[in-house]
């Protein structure tokens, strides 16, 4: 990733923390399932790409300890103050591609609609170390609908989501603001499509379960040996 992208991913997230944040998202639908993934107490959870810290919270909840990290110090600035009743979560601004992982440190690596801003096959080698074994990598990230199937996916994803919006978030409309900012924001986003995921993770993580959601999204879950 180039330091101008860097840049402009940085400044585009401080924005993005500014803005009023929906009790329903695509993203927040799947902690969920995430949270399915992983065993009911861990050690150590790193989070890559923690945001306002709405998963990390979740997080902490069963873990001894949480390190969040997140390219916007806006963002963290948000999740510290949202998250004073969580003495267990260590939330960092930091570059994932140049943060030093320690070696054989965390019970599960976790991150949602990160990884596509990110150099993946650079990552996950890092990632592997920083495992414990019997250690869990969960990712959730956003999906370039390809095929015959990510059509109808589609034609499920959209009037349900229209439906979740409706209930779940009282139908409130985003600000011109909002849509402005995203708009920005989306302009320079790339998207993996499904053979593309399956090649990266199925080459780099024997065993990896890859899986395609709704809201367009996939899921990686890896457990190390």
């Not at 929906?22 to 050690?43: E, G, I, V």
């Not at 414990?132 to 990230?141: A, F, N, Y």
Request: proline letters at 3%; charged letters at 20%.
């Amino acid at each position: 990733m180039s330091e101008a992208m860097n840049q402009k991913i940085q400044k585009d997230f401080d924005r993005i923390a500014l803005l009023e944040q929906p009790m329903w998202n695509h993203n927040s639908h799947y902690h969920r399932f995430l949270l399915k993934q992983l065993a009911s107490h861990c050690d150590n959870i790193l989070e890559i790409g923690c945001g306002t810290g709405n998963l990390s919270r979740l997080l902490a909840q069963r873990a001894d300890r949480v390190t969040a990290i997140d390219l916007s110090p806006k963002m963290i600035e948000i999740a510290k103050q949202q998250s004073q009743d969580y003495a267990n979560i260590d939330f960092q601004v930091a570059d994932i591609l140049t943060w030093e992982f320690p070696a054989k440190q965390f019970d599960a690596i976790v991150s949602i609609a990160t990884f596509h801003h990110l150099p993946i096959e650079r990552l996950l080698p890092k990632l592997k170390i920083a495992l414990t074994s019997g250690g869990k990598l969960v990712v959730i990230d956003l999906l370039d609908n390809e095929s015959i199937q990510g059509i109808l996916n589609d034609s499920i994803a959209i009037p349900l989501n229209w439906i979740f919006h409706a209930f779940k978030n009282r139908n409130n409309k985003p600000t011109i603001e909002a849509r402005t900012v995203w708009k920005e924001h989306l302009r320079t986003d790339k998207y993996l499509t499904r053979s593309q995921v399956q090649y990266i993770y199925k080459n780099s993580l024997t065993g990896a379960n890859v899986k395609v959601h709704l809201f367009w999204r996939y899921s990686i879950v890896w457990e190390k040996l």
